[in-house]
């Protein structure tokens, strides 16, 4: 089956300009995440989707960043006035949400590598 | 703030050696997971372990957690060239309302032929 898919899978872009990065999650999750991670590290949460709910965006480093689902599917995160400190990959995650476990699975895209010159 | 510390950090070893790697915090967690990420990829879950003092094993890695539910190690066994990747721990936090998963720093293994 598909899996999460992330679009575009590099991206460089100059200092100043916008960038929209894309997420396809597996279907029916009703879970997305948003993380960054920066030159091989751990990863950084930026913002989580749980289905109708409010998304949790306590990760966001700034308010240049910013993110929406539609439809409860796909997601887009864009990062405004990009600046030099904000390359990294942008990796985005699916999951269902089964009540009553003590966790649950991640499925991870491939990631998207965005490089600010 | 919760935090996941991993070491080592990095970790460069020979086929054929045994290492382990450790994931570390001050909090109790009701489970832990460990993934592996190989480069130009996403993370992969490899276990996830639920109860304190719980040992998994899969093929030649073993994933204990801690007794009392606030570290976890993973152990390879006579490491192989494909075993190279970013080892990540990833522990579940629940607060204002959200239920998400916090990562560890991460260990970068290189496994050499």
């Known amino acids: 089956g598909a899996g999460v898919s992330q679009s575009p899978s590099n991206k460089v872009t100059e200092k100043g300009k916008d960038v929209e990065l894309r997420c396809d999650p597996i279907?029916?999750?009703?879970?997305l995440y948003w993380y960054r991670q920066s030159l091989g590290q751990g990863l950084e949460f930026l913002i989580y989707f749980q289905g109708n709910s409010a998304p949790d965006k306590s990760g966001l480093p700034s308010d240049r960043f910013s993110a929406e689902r539609t439809g409860g599917s796909v997601s887009t995160l864009t990062i405004q006035r990009t600046q030099q400190e904000d390359s990294a990959v942008y990796l985005c995650?699916?999951?269902?949400?089964?009540?009553?476990?003590?966790?649950?699975?991640?499925?991870f895209g491939p990631g998207t590598r965005l490089t600010v010159t | 703030t919760q935090l996941l510390e991993q070491s080592p950090q990095f970790l460069s070893i020979q086929e054929g050696e045994n290492l382990t790697v450790y994931c570390n915090s001050s909090s109790v967690f009701s489970s832990l997971q460990w993934y592996r990420q190989e480069p130009g990829e996403g993370p992969v879950l490899l276990v996830t372990?639920?109860?304190?003092?719980e040992v998994k094993k899969l093929k030649r890695l073993t994933f204990q957690f801690g007794d009392a539910r606030k570290d976890s190690s993973l152990h390879i066994t006579a490491a192989q060239p494909g075993d190279t990747g970013l080892y990540l721990c990833?522990?579940?936090?629940?607060?204002?309302?959200?239920?998400?998963?916090?990562f560890g720093t991460g260990t970068r293994l290189k496994v050499l032929a």
């Open positions: 995650a699916s999951s269902s949400f089964p009540r009553g476990k003590a966790s649950y699975e991640q499925y």
């Open positions: 372990v639920v109860t304190g003092g």
């Open positions: 279907s029916g999750h009703t879970a």
């Open positions: 990833a522990a579940p936090t629940f607060t204002s309302g959200t239920y998400k998963y916090i």
